[in-house]
């Protein structure tokens, strides 16, 4: 037993990582510190030769990997950026499409394509269209009903 055992070494190797993960936000880090914590409490009970404490770690980020990846947020490829509440509103057309043309939405100018399978030729200005899709500033209008 000397004055520093090999379970202090891996606090402090868990405690750097996780301070340089609080300054980063990777969740991949994260994982690193808590595997290296998970090896600190296993040193410390165990007090295993140096493979197995490497091994420990390994399987040890390993799994706390796996387990931040369950509680992270899925992003689904359905809108989230704040614009799915503008699906299904009516909107004004100001210009017509070639191919592009531009709407009103609560007073502010959009760029606007027709949904697929529309056609551009009978649509004059003025028209109320409806919102089907937002792709960052250009909105996805089809004919209202």
Same mark, same amino acid.
């Given at each position: 037993? !000397? ?68 509680? =992270? ?14 699906? !299904? ?12 043309? =531009? ?43």
């Amino acid at each position: 037993m !000397g004055w520093i055992e090999h379970w202090h070494s891996w606090f402090m190797i868990a405690s750097v990582v996780l301070i340089i993960e609080l300054m980063s936000g990777t969740y991949f880090l994260l994982a690193v510190a808590g595997g290296a914590f998970i090896t600190t409490v296993f040193t410390a009970w165990m007090m295993p030769t140096i493979t197995m404490q490497i091994l420990s770690f390994a399987i040890a980020s390993a799994l706390s990997y796996f387990l931040l990846q369950s509680f =992270r947020k899925k992003k689904s490829e359905v809108n989230t950026d704040g614009t799915q509440h503008m699906i !299904g509103q009516n909107v004004e057309l100001v210009d017509a499409f070639n191919p592009q043309g =531009r709407v009103r939405y609560k007073g502010v100018l959009w760029l606007a394509k027709l949904e697929a399978g529309q056609t551009d030729e009978e649509i004059p200005t003025k028209t109320q269209l409806v919102i089907v899709a937002v792709d960052g500033s250009t909105l996805t209008v089809k004919k209202a009903a």
